[in-house]
T-cell receptor, first 114, second 116 residues
Framework: DTAVSQTPKYLVTQMGNDKSIKCEQNLGHDTMYWYKQDSKKFLKIMFSYNNKELIINETVPNRFSPKSPDKAHLNLHINSLELGDSAVYFC?????????????FGPGTRLTVT | QQQVKQSPQSLIVQKGGISIINCAYE??????FPWYQQFPGKGPALLIAIRPDVSEKKEGRFTISFNKSAKQFSLHIMDSQPGDSATYFC???????????????FGTGTLLAVQP
């Protein structure tokens, strides 16, 4: 049973294209996140959703548009891809309402823009 | 002020030795300090975490030491094994936004290699 899953695992595309990454969690958590890990392995939060509502947007370019159709899913759509978007994108989830701080990460999607 | 500084960048330890990774923070609003372990091609996995009202937490071979006055915390891996070879990230969390989320601020990572 995969707790936080992402598709696809790898994504190779050309500059200017639009692509989406999907995330699903089966932990029953109320909050989901997108993090970006760059080539130096630095992890930085991009977005946070609580019960389908956007809570955090860390000054991410508006080419990135997250969408949460329900509490268990958080997708990331990226328009007009640029070379600098190449990174590994991680989805995570946590159960904030119970006071838990634990965040569980998915396996990541490696995006390569050529 | 929202940075978390982590050192060393890389660490080589002999099997059976103690691995020590250090982190420091500035923002006293941080109230949760986890450590994550990441293997190549995998997502970060929560290893152990501590709250600022506790000075030490131990789980198996992994111990967090927390010094609130110095705003520092460290991960100790006792009896290090080759299977512990991975990248370790410290992090600090802020609960905000009306309690609707908690944001993790990560350190820069430490690549640990345990030699057999």
């Amino acid at each position: 049973d995969t707790a936080v899953s992402q598709t696809p695992k790898y994504l190779v595309t050309q500059m200017g294209n639009d692509k989406s990454i999907k995330c699903e969690q089966n932990l029953g958590h109320d909050t989901m996140y997108w993090y970006k890990q760059d080539s130096k392995k630095f992890l930085k939060i991009m977005f946070s959703y609580n019960n389908k509502e956007l809570i955090i947007n860390e000054t991410v370019p508006n080419r990135f548009s997250p969408k949460s159709p329900d509490k268990a899913h958080l997708n990331l759509h990226i328009n007009s891809l640029e070379l600098g978007d190449s990174a590994v994108y991680f989805c995570a989830s946590s159960q904030v309402i119970t006071g838990s701080y634990e965040q569980y990460f998915g396996p990541g999607t490696r995006l390569t823009v050529t | 002020q929202q940075q978390v500084k982590q050192s060393p960048q890389s660490l080589i330890v002999q099997k059976g030795g103690i691995s020590i990774i250090n982190c420091a923070y500035e923002n006293t609003a941080f109230d949760y300090f986890p450590w994550y372990q990441q293997f190549p091609g995998k997502g970060p996995a929560l290893l152990i975490a501590i709250r600022p009202d506790v000075s030490e937490k131990k789980e198996g071979r992994f111990t967090i030491s927390f010094n609130k006055s110095a705003k520092q915390f460290s991960l100790h891996i006792m009896d290090s094994q080759p299977g512990d070879s991975a990248t370790y990230f410290c992090a600090a969390s802020i609960r905000g936004y009306g309690g609707a989320t908690n944001k993790l601020i990560f350190g820069t990572g430490t690549l640990l290699a345990v030699q057999p």
